[in-house]
């Protein structure tokens, strides 16, 4: 005897399993592909947008600066911590501290093997106005001067900002305390954060 | 969607007595941070992968090896379905975990006389509401590849290889590597970060579209898998 249509414990017959319960999803495969070209699309784009290495940094930097979205990434990926540079290239201290940190390979060498280095070049006096990432970058570290560096690390709370240009090794030294008191931070993420 | 499968799926998963203690274990470290400083808000819960993953893991893998997969599939349910069901069912049990996290966090911080910053707990809810979709979609491609918890296996190797190949594309200066780090651990964890919203930065479209995108290409593949699984009364299962 042939089961009842509405029993729930029918076996469908074979060519109704193979058929339209296999249905491939046409429509969502269609939205899938369509959103993979965007993402594609849309990376190309911003990095034709933001060039990896500013202009400035060109010529006797021994940094390799990365990008905005490549050097956040690469922290998430390795854990570094960031080294913010923002600067100006109207800005003289700037231009002795690229000469004397980050023109030198020893230097150099050593800040990218413990950060990873975003110079964020501030272009309003020059161009009227600044790409929207540099503006929110200096608000969000309420950058008012020139030079100033952030080390920055996600999760580790708030970040160690070195305004003004006070020699190498005083500056080198104070990058190294910043790079430490975040790795302490980073270890104790449930501590609170006092005196911010 | 099916609602029984939605229904069944939620009673699994939160009758296995593993998985309780675990959630209980997570959500109670997560109140520690809060208790000592109760004023930080409710980004010091941090997020709910791993209350995603608990919740998530052998989402179909777990049918596939008890054979209940047989007994679904005798049902007019069509594959596609199955899965959606199975995502949504993960996806709003973890949904349930978070908001009561969210409202123990409250609790704590009214306790100790500390304002509870309620834009904050809706961003908390809306940001981890989206780690949990994505999560459960990730998980769902997973499981439909591998019986039993073997999902969690792969997830891990998956992120191992990640990190090996940022690895070694940071330690050669291989932007290309570096970059396949990040888009692979990206697509592992798929989230929106509504947090730099709270700074005044706009959320960026490619972060937006490579959510959607992961998501829709891991149910997409999950489905195609399901599909094309054969399944015997006679077999193991697979």
Redesign the interface.
């Known amino acids: 005897m042939p089961p009842r249509a509405s029993d729930?414990?029918?076996?469908?017959p074979p060519r109704?399993?193979t058929g339209?319960?296999?249905?491939?999803?046409a429509i969502?495969?269609a939205?899938?592909i369509v959103?993979?070209a965007?993402?594609v699309a849309?990376?190309v784009q911003?990095n034709r947008a933001q060039p990896a290495v500013p202009p400035s940094a060109a010529v006797s930097d021994k940094v390799?600066w990365r990008s905005l979205?490549?050097g956040v990434?690469?922290a998430?990926?390795?854990g570094?911590p960031i080294l913010y540079d923002f600067t100006a290239d109207w800005c003289a201290p700037c231009r002795l501290m690229q000469r004397e940190i980050f023109a030198d390979a020893a230097a150099a060498a050593d800040l990218e093997r413990r950060f990873v280095p975003i110079r964020v070049l501030d272009r309003a006096r020059e161009d009227g106005r600044n790409p929207?990432w540099v503006d929110?970058l200096q608000?969000?570290y309420r950058v008012g001067a020139f030079p100033t560096l952030v080390v920055a690390q996600p999760y580790a709370g708030a970040p160690v900002i070195i305004e003004g240009y006070l020699g190498r090794d005083y500056t080198l030294d104070r990058i190294e305390d910043a790079r430490r008191s975040l790795r302490v931070r980073t270890m104790m993420?449930?501590?609170?954060?006092r005196g911010r | 969607m099916s609602l029984p499968i939605i229904l069944a799926t939620l009673r699994q998963r939160f009758t296995s007595p593993m998985r309780i203690v675990i959630l209980i274990t997570v959500i109670w470290m997560s109140m520690?941070?809060v208790i000592?400083?109760p004023?930080?808000g409710f980004s010091?819960l941090?997020d709910c992968y791993f209350l995603a993953l608990t919740i998530a893991a052998g989402m179909i893998g777990q049918d596939v090896s008890s054979g209940t997969l047989q007994l679904v599939?005798?049902?007019?349910?069509?594959?596609?379905q199955y899965v959606f069901s199975k995502w949504a069912a993960v996806t709003l049990g973890t949904w349930c975990v978070i908001a009561l996290e969210c409202v123990l966090a409250g609790i704590v911080m009214l306790v100790r006389g500390a304002p509870v910053p309620w834009g904050g707990a809706a961003l908390y809810l809306a940001n981890n509401a989206l780690l949990a979709l994505g999560t459960a979609a990730v998980m769902a491609l997973f499981s439909a590849l591998v019986p039993g918890l073997g999902d969690l296996g792969l997830l891990f190797l998956a992120f191992l290889s990640?990190?090996v190949i940022?690895?070694i594309?940071?330690f050669r200066?291989w932007?290309l590597a570096?970059?396949a780090?990040?888009e692979l651990?990206?697509s592992l964890k798929p989230e929106i970060e509504l947090w730099s919203l709270t700074?005044?930065?706009?959320i960026?479209?490619?972060m937006v579209?490579?959510y959607?995108?992961t998501v829709?290409?891991c149910?997409?593949i999950a489905?195609?898998l399901m599909?094309r699984k054969e399944l015997s009364y006679a077999s193991s299962g697979v």
């Not at chain 1, 339209?20 to 999803?25: E, K």
């Not at chain 1, 993420?189 to 954060?193: K, Q, R, V």
């Not at chain 2, 700074?199 to 706009?202: D, I, Q, Y």
Request: glycine share 8%.
């Open positions: 729930p414990g029918e076996v469908r109704a399993r339209s319960t296999r249905r491939d999803p969502l495969l939205v899938t959103l993979l965007l993402r849309l990376h911003e390799q979205e490549s990434a690469e998430r990926t390795t570094k929207s929110s608000a969000r993420p449930a501590l609170p954060d | 520690i941070p000592l400083s004023g930080s010091i941090g599939f005798a049902r007019p349910v069509t594959r596609a990640s990190q940022g690895g594309g940071s200066n932007r570096m970059r780090a990040e651990q990206r700074h005044g930065h706009p960026p479209w490619s579209v490579a959607f995108s829709a290409l149910l997409a489905i195609l599909n």
